[in-house]
């Protein structure tokens, strides 16, 4: 199932449409029986990434944003994506959920990080499927961005963190990167823990051996345990599961209004 519905402003309505030829923007997150983490953030997100590319008044994409709550399904797996196509029109697709993963394979980018707009979700998402279609070719699932003096900046759909010391270390959250989210809530169990988090700049040979996390909204947290060109990183030994059951705390359900009889529940 793959649905998209545009957003009527003259009306306030979703409405049945054909799909949108490569959206502007987009975001989108893990679904699970009508419950999602933290999905304010993720339409805060959309929403200041459309006000950089598009002249949208912002109680537009809110009115948008509330309407689409109420069109998510309320049972089973999905991830949905929202879309600002590259018209200006608001759009709401639902997907069911990929089986997910707790483990992850890297692959570094032999090119710099290619994106033009790093800090928005939407218009470079060609030029990372591509590199993840050439990371298949060496056994591995996710790319891994480069500066281009070689320093790491996160993965093509992903956050990347490692462990050193005890300490949860990431790539400085003000370079050119996508506002994760999955970080974000990271950083935060880290605070309920009582775990310290610093912030790095390094190249991969800096963090050789280390354990690293890779954080989608989609996964949660991925433990890398394959890096090609380069030693396996290490385990974590089990922290990976108890740190997912607490970014899972984070989820709760949607709040809707009203539901109306175009509502999907379960397909």
């Known amino acids: 199932m793959d649905e998209l519905t545009l957003f009527d402003p003259d009306t306030g309505e979703l ?3 054909p799909g949108l030829d490569g959206p502007d923007v987009m975001d989108s997150w893990l679904l699970i029986d009508g419950r999602v983490r933290c999905l304010e953030l993720h339409e805060e997100r959309f929403t200041a990434s459309v006000a950089i590319r598009h002249d949208i008044p912002e109680e537009t994409i809110a009115a948008f944003l509330l309407r689409m709550r109420d069109m998510l399904p309320t049972g089973g797996h999905w991830f949905p994506r929202i ?9 709401l697709r639902v997907r069911r959920a990929p089986e997910l993963s707790d483990t992850v394979r890297l692959w570094t980018a032999t090119v710099p990080d290619p994106r033009a707009e790093p800090r928005v979700k939407g218009p470079d998402q060609g030029r990372l499927a591509e ?5 298949t070719h060496f056994g591995s699932e996710e790319p891994v961005l480069l500066d281009p003096d070689g320093y790491l900046r996160e993965g093509a759909f992903s956050a990347i963190g490692w462990w050193r010391d005890g300490t949860l270390c990431f790539p400085d959250p ?11 809530l990271i950083e935060a169990v880290a605070g309920m823990r009582g775990v310290a988090v610093e912030y790095e700049r390094v190249r991969p040979a800096d963090i050789t051996g280390l354990p690293v996390w890779v954080l989608s909204a989609l996964h949660g947290i991925r433990e890398a345990v394959h890096w090609t060109g380069n030693p396996a990183p290490a385990s974590t030994e089990g922290a990976r599961d108890e740190w997912q059951d607490a970014l899972g705390r984070f989820a709760t359900r949607i709040d809707r209004a009203t539901p109306y009889p175009g509502e999907i529940q379960h397909a």
């Open 174 to 184: 003000d370079a050119p990167v996508l506002p994760s989210v999955t970080r974000q």
């Open 131 to 135: 590199l993840r279609r050439i990371a």
């Open 83 to 91: 879309e600002c196509s590259r018209l200006g029109d608001l759009g």
């Open 15 to 17: 409405v049945p449409a």
